[in-house]
Every structure is written in structure tokens, then in C-alpha cells.
């Protein structure tokens, strides 16, 4: 257990949880920001082993905050366990609704907390701070509706919206990729960070890793719509001319972010469909 904390500054700890895959690189990422009266940042998967783990990093000290970056399982899930064995409140946007564009429902979505709800709503550009540590909430949806990043001005903590290992997935129903796109141009204008994602290693040039991502999904964007030139297809039909050879979950997530793509030129009148689901057929538009 204790191989999985690390200390990656003199006021951060950072504590692995055990559930590593193709997605989440070697776990989520829980971080320890500060000494007595403590922020934990993403308590992780509801895993007895993870919470004392967490427990075990703390060793006895005081927790002023337990902040959620988004309601998905991996990141959420222990948060009511950690609220009762420490005391703290949590703190997020909101609850796995909040910040979903057109009253769009998350049910059916890809490990979404159907029952999270924080203590406390976090509002775009409010503080949270304790002893030794300040952290500015920006609302960064994309991934998720209530995706939040938190920035003491050297550091971002970017939860799922910006990683070094992988791009990351955005799955409607709860993930939009016009979100995405805007909420990434948000963060550039915050200028040079030093990255904490909630997944893989910290990234040092975290400015030049945001605007890769947001190079990146404007390049396959246009992919996506070059794939409409030879007729109407749907979102795995397109997922299959872009990335050949997936199979499994990874398959799974191309033709959920190629959907997401979809939708998002679909909104701005490039192509069209009867529905907004994989099944249904896209077709360009002039």
C-alpha cells in the first residue's frame, strides 16, 4: 500500500488507487494538497483498500475539504466513505446533472455517479482554501457537465479534461465535445501550468499539452467530416475508417468520441441526423 503514495511536492502528496486499465493509466490520482486542515482533491473508486490508503497518507491529519473534479465512479465514488472517516465536506459543481448542456440527462453514460451529491456547489471562479493552500474552481465541461478544474495559479489539477497519457474520451451523454473545445481554450487563456491530471504523470509544459489537445481534436474533427464525403454513415462506421484495428473497450470509447464529434457538427449545421445516438445515420451537409 504505501508504494502507491508518492510525494510530488513539498505541500502535495499524490495516492494511486488500485484500478489501473487502458483509461485510467495506473489508477486515478488522489492528491493531499497541505498539512493540518487538508484538501483532498478526487477521493477515487469506492475501494476499502484506496481509503485506507488514503487514511494511511493523512496519517491523523485534519481534512478542511474533500473536492470532486467530476462524477464519474473512479474519481467520486469513495467521497461519502472519506466525508464520514474525516469529517470534511464535500465540495464540486454539482451533482452528475449539473452543467449538462440542453437539460441533457447523464443515465446511460460510461461510469457515471448517478447518486453523487456534494455537500457544497462550487461555483465557477470561487475559491476554496485551507492552511497553506488556495484553489480557484473552473467549470471545464466536456468530459463531464460538472467538470471542474482547480488552479492555485502554478498548478492545475485537471481531473479528467487534460491528460499527458491519452486524450480524453468525451461520451455523450454526459460528455460534449463543443464543451470540450471551449472549456479547453478557457484553460489555455489561464497561461502556463504545471498539469495534475487525474490519471498518468504530472505534465511540467501543461500549456503546450492543452493546446496539442485542442490542435488535436480540430484535426480529427476535419477527419471526421472528410469521412461523410463518401455518403451517410453512423458514428461506427466513421470510428472504423479512423481507427482501424480497435477492438473491445477502446473500440467502444473511438465510436463514443467520433458520436461526440458527430453531434458537435451536427449542432453547427455540417452535417445532419434524425437522432443523436450511434445508431442513427450522419450526413454532410452542403
Sequence with gaps: MADRVARIGPDLLRVLAPNPSPFTAGGTNTYVLGDDG????????????????VLGALGGRRVAAIVVTHAHLDHSALAPALARATGAPVL?????????????????GLGVDLGFRPDRALRDGEAVEGPGWRLV??????????HICLDDGARLFSGDHAMGF????????????????ESLGRLIALGP??????????????????????AHRR?????????????????AA???????????????AARRTVLAHL????????????????????????
Aim: aromatic residues 2%; proline residues 10%; glycine residues 14%.
Design 38 to 53: 487538508a484538501c483532498v482533491i478526487d477521493p477515487g473508486p469506492a475501494a476499502p483498500e484506496h481509503l485506507a490508503a
Design 193 to 214: 501550468r504545471v498539469l495534475l491530471p487525474g490519471h498518468g504523470a504530472p505534465v511540467p509544459e501543461g500549456l503546450a499539452r492543452l493546446r496539442e489537445l485542442l
Design 166 to 181: 491519452a486524450t480524453t474520451l468525451v461520451s455523450p451523454p454526459e460528455g460534449d465535445m463543443g464543451d470540450y473545445l
Design 137 to 146: 474552481a473552473r467549470h471545464a465541461p466536456g468530459h463531464m457537465g460538472n
Design 263 to 286: 453531434l458537435h457538427l451536427a449542432r453547427r449545421g455540417l452535417a445532419e441526423a434524425p437522432g443523436s445516438s450511434e445508431d442513427d445515420v450522419f450526413r454532410k451537409v452542403g
Design 92 to 108: 464540486a459543481f454539482g451533482d452528475s446533472r449539473a452543467g449538462l448542456r440542453d437539460g441533457a440527462s447523464p443515465e446511460g
Design 238 to 252: 466513421v470510428a472504423g475508417r479512423l481507427y482501424p484495428g480497435l477492438s473491445g473497450p477502446l473500440a467502444v
Design 219 to 235: 484535426a480529427r474533427e476535419a477527419e471526421v467530416l472528410a469521412a461523410l464525403d463518401a455518403g451517410p454513415r453512423d458514428a
